[in-house]
């Protein structure tokens, strides 16, 4: 949530925009979802202390489809004027994105999972950016506590869910257009699918192969 949060302000940095007065929409996951209000709170926090403000802020949800729908009333809500959208993951970005096309508006919009759609859309700069998590580091945390259980050991662990159940975080990635290329080269992503036609200009200007 914390590097969703960044992308927004880096993004808006980028474009020049003043982050205090950008009309900037929140979207978040399903609130029936827990780990959805955590990366939410994540990202409000770096947000707030940046000065940000939501000009609108959207009903959570998981499904792009109607991530797409809720935009639109959205965008119809502040008159068309988005400076910059917080998108919980790339299938609610993709929908998303697809409105900002038709309107001809191109804003930064954050992103996670890193998709095919997703690591597109950055490619093509109509997402900032997407939230990498190697699967190969939560596996190796993984293995490592299994190795502590089975020694009769105790994994230590430095963070715990509001429940107070414990948990090991493992650090995520934010992949900018110039990082795709690291996805693609852990295994986790093939250029064959990303570099479609549409992109493969951009693919070659990244080094995607």
Do not use: H, R
């Not at 979802?33 to 709170?41: I, W």
């Not at 639109?72 to 910059?84: I, M, R």
Request: glycine share 10%; proline share 3%; with cysteine.
């Amino acid at each position: 949530g914390a590097l969703q949060g960044q992308m927004i302000v880096d993004g808006l940095a980028a474009a020049g925009k003043d982050i205090k007065t950008a009309s900037i929409i929140y979207s978040s996951g399903d609130p029936t979802d827990g780990n959805a209000k955590m990366f939410l709170d994540g990202a409000l926090g770096v947000l707030n202390a940046a000065g940000a403000k939501a000009a609108f802020t959207m009903t959570g949800t998981w499904d792009g489809a109607k991530a797409g729908t809720l935009f639109e009333q959205a965008f119809t809500a502040v008159k068309g004027k988005v400076d910059a959208v917080l998108a919980p993951n790339d299938n609610n970005a993709a929908s998303i994105i697809a409105i900002l096309d038709k309107n001809k508006l191109t804003v930064p919009v954050s992103g996670q999972d890193a998709s095919v759609a997703g690591l597109q859309n950055v490619l093509l700069g109509k997402q900032t950016a997407t939230v990498y998590k190697p699967f190969q580091l939560e596996v190796k945390a993984a293995l490592d506590v299994i190795a502590a259980i089975l020694a009769g050991e105790k994994y230590a662990t430095d963070k715990t869910l509001d429940d107070g159940t414990p948990y090991v975080a493992v650090d995520p990635v934010s992949v900018g257009a110039d990082k795709v290329k690291d996805v693609v080269a852990d295994g986790n992503a093939k250029a064959a699918d990303i570099c479609t036609a549409a992109v493969a200009e951009a693919c070659a200007k990244y080094g995607v192969q």
